[in-house]
């Protein structure tokens, strides 16, 4: 059975850190590593990573994927309140037709 | 215009009761799934269609049937609700996942 891990899955922080966000996998026929924020409701869509060792960036978030790892880190460089939301980490599947997430990370951004 | 809309936003029911939820994809996403999210924060895939057909149907009780009548829409109905079916009920679609998943603000169920 797939088996998405993440830690911690609390961290509570203050304003101006940087915090970095764990995902192991174990996904049978892996093609990608998605990333997700979410806040109140729907989950949206942060980072998929597909190859090793590429870093993708969007801001203060950058994401890479270690393919023999079988991990992932998430990194928020100076942190605000609105970063606050549970991060979730998910491994998709080569038909796309499944993603499995892990438990998520809830991440508090105190002032 | 809303990507994936699901309705209900929120439905509270008693036990026993049957109820449904649609979802709707504007986005011409070939595929279309249904995840439950409990207490824990825990999204765990339900279903997944592809062009109106199943291809993934998790562990889920028989209560649940999923119907997709085209490729925009999979409705969610629910025999006999039970307590333990209190959940968000997320509604995602995707173009064979190349692009990630799109999800819908969820269905909050609360079965009392």
């Known amino acids: 059975e797939d088996k998405v891990v993440q830690s911690p899955l609390s961290l509570v922080v203050h304003e101006g850190d940087t915090v970095t966000l764990n995902c192991s996998y174990e996904?049978?026929?892996?093609?990608?590593l998605l990333w997700y924020k979410q806040e109140k409701k729907a989950p949206t869509f942060l980072f998929m990573l597909t190859s090793s060792g590429i870093e993708k960036k969007s801001g203060r978030l950058s994401s890479i994927l270690d393919k023999k790892e079988l991990f992932s880190i998430l990194n928020i460089t100076a942190t605000q309140t609105g970063d606050s939301a549970v991060y979730l980490c998910?491994?998709?599947?080569?038909?796309?037709?499944?993603?499995?997430f892990g438990e998520g990370t809830q991440l508090t951004v105190n002032p | 215009d809303t990507a994936v809309s699901q309705t209900p936003k929120y439905l509270v029911t008693q036990m026993g009761n049957d109820k449904s939820i649609k979802c709707e994809q504007n986005?011409?996403?070939?595929?279309m799934y249904w995840y439950k999210q409990d207490s824990k924060k825990f999204l765990k895939i339900m279903f997944s269609?592809?062009?109106?057909?199943?291809?993934i149907n998790e562990t889920v009780p028989n209560r649940f049937s999923p119907k997709s009548p085209d490729k925009a829409h999979l409705n969610l109905h629910i025999n006999s609700l039970e307590l333990g079916d209190s959940a968000v009920y997320f509604c995602a679609s995707s173009q064979d996942g190349r692009e990630g998943y799109t999800f819908g603000s969820g269905t909050r169920l609360t079965v009392v």
């Open positions: 986005l011409g996403h070939d595929t």
């Open positions: 996904v049978t026929n892996f093609r990608s």
């Open positions: 269609y592809n062009n109106k057909e199943l291809i």
């Open positions: 998910a491994g998709l599947e080569t038909s796309g037709s499944r993603l499995t």
